[in-house]
C-alpha cells in the first residue's frame, strides 16, 4: 500500500492516466473524424470521366483525319468502353469504339495510354490524356463560349 504512504504519488498517477487516457480518446475522434471527411468526399470516377471526355472528342478527332485514312461518320457517337490490358511493365489502359461501321473488328481502339507498370497509373494516364487533347481543342473547334451571356459565379466559374 504504497499509496497510503505517499497520498501525492497516488494523485499523480490518477493524473497521468487520466492524461493518456485523454489522449488516446482524441486520437480516436480525430481519426473517425477522417474517416468521415473521407467517406463524404465523393471521388472522381476516372472511367467514366474518360468516357465523357473521349465522347466530346469523337467528333473534332475524327473530322482531323487525313484524307487516306477511312474516316467514320461523326454523326453516329459509338458506344466506346474503357479497357486495361496487358501484365508486368506493359499494362495500358485504352478506349475502345464497339460496333462500329467500317472498323475491321468488333472493337476498335479510340485513343489509349502508354505502358506502365500499375492499373492505377495506366487508367490516369488514359485520363490525362483525354484532357490534354480536351484542353488543345477546347476554344478551337468543339466548344464555344458566348462571352456576351457569360454569368459569373464569384470564385467558382461562368455559365452561359
Not at 475522434?29 to 468521415?36: E, L, M, N, R, T
Not at 476516372?46 to 485514312?69: D, G, Y
Request: proline share 5%; hydrophobic share 40%.
Amino acid at each position: 500500500m504504497d499509496w497510503l504512504d505517499n497520498p501525492g504519488k497516488l494523485g499523480q498517477e490518477i493524473k497521468t492516466a487520466i492524461k493518456i487516457a485523454q489522449e488516446d480518446e482524441r486520437k480516436v475522434i480525430v481519426a473517425q473524424a477522417g474517416k468521415h471527411e473521407e467517406q463524404e468526399e465523393r471521388p472522381l470516377d476516372v472511367r467514366e470521366q474518360t468516357l465523357a471526355n473521349a465522347r466530346a472528342l469523337w467528333p473534332v478527332l475524327e473530322a482531323k483525319k487525313p484524307a487516306h485514312v477511312p474516316s467514320r461518320s461523326i454523326k453516329a457517337l459509338p458506344e466506346m468502353e474503357v479497357l486495361v490490358v496487358g501484365t508486368g511493365t506493359t499494362i495500358f489502359a485504352a478506349v475502345v469504339r464497339n460496333n462500329l461501321p467500317g472498323c475491321p473488328e468488333s472493337k476498335c481502339i479510340f485513343m489509349r495510354s502508354d505502358h506502365t507498370d500499375t492499373v492505377k497509373k495506366s487508367v490516369q494516364m488514359l485520363l490525362e490524356l483525354t484532357m490534354v487533347l480536351l484542353n488543345k481543342e477546347f476554344y478551337k473547334t468543339y466548344f464555344r463560349e458566348q462571352h456576351d451571356a457569360q454569368i459569373r459565379v464569384e470564385g467558382k466559374g461562368f455559365y452561359y
